[in-house]
């Protein structure tokens, strides 16, 4: 299962009212994810990165069926989640809490608000979707009470099928969700500037 191994850069959880959780893919490493960081407007934030064992959340693709990831997958949902009720314990309100992950990282963002849908600062998913064979609408609940959420990704990518983007686009606005979706021909897994200039634009304002 996944140790509670998190790094952190910007400024102190007690010195600010804003907090930035990032979240890295598959084979990739937290300093991997923070180093997306001076290219944020996130001067003011505290940056909490968790590290997954073995650098990967869970083993198979999100598209799986979703118990073939356990234990994994919830692991990582429950590592999220102490992150969050740390910084809620440090006295930055959830509205004040941001996400941000890129490919499996981004999933398991997705997955983690959609679980736990209320007002938060935002969410930026690059290149993500909503886990499993089909989307559960049972498990998601909640209200993002027009929380900014920022989706960018490739038509066609190697891992996340637009139309998983899409799916999850349309439940997030379904549950009040403020949903940008930007899909781009032909990019590659992999993050461009214009996603990162949106994200600063519709996010990190």
Not at 87 to 114: D, K, M, P, R
Not at 121 to 150: K, W
């Amino acid at each position: 299962m996944h140790t509670k191994n998190i790094f952190s850069e910007g400024k102190p959880l007690e010195d600010v009212e804003k907090a930035l959780i990032m979240i890295h893919g598959r084979g990739a490493s937290a300093q991997d994810i923070l180093g997306l960081a001076p290219l944020l407007n996130v001067e003011d934030y505290a940056l909490l990165a968790p590290e997954a064992t073995h650098n990967t959340w869970y083993p198979y693709s999100f598209l799986e069926v979703p118990k073939n990831n356990e234990p994994w997958l919830s692991s990582a949902l429950d590592l999220v989640g102490e992150i969050v009720t740390d910084i809620v314990w440090q006295g930055i309100l959830h509205e004040n809490i941001y996400f941000l992950g890129f490919s499996q990282g981004a999933c398991l963002t997705l997955e983690f608000v959609s679980r736990n849908a209320r007002k938060y600062g935002g969410v930026v998913a690059f290149t993500g979707g909503l886990i499993g064979d089909r989307i559960n609408r049972a498990q998601y609940s909640g209200d993002f009470e027009q929380t900014p959420i920022f989706i960018g990704s490739s038509n066609p990518d190697s891992h996340v099928p637009v139309e998983r983007v899409m799916e999850t686009t349309a439940l997030l606005k379904e549950m009040n969700a403020d949903v940008t979706e930007k899909i781009y021909e032909n990019r590659g897994h992999t993050i461009s500037h214009d996603e990162i200039d949106l994200a600063n634009l519709l996010v990190f304002k």
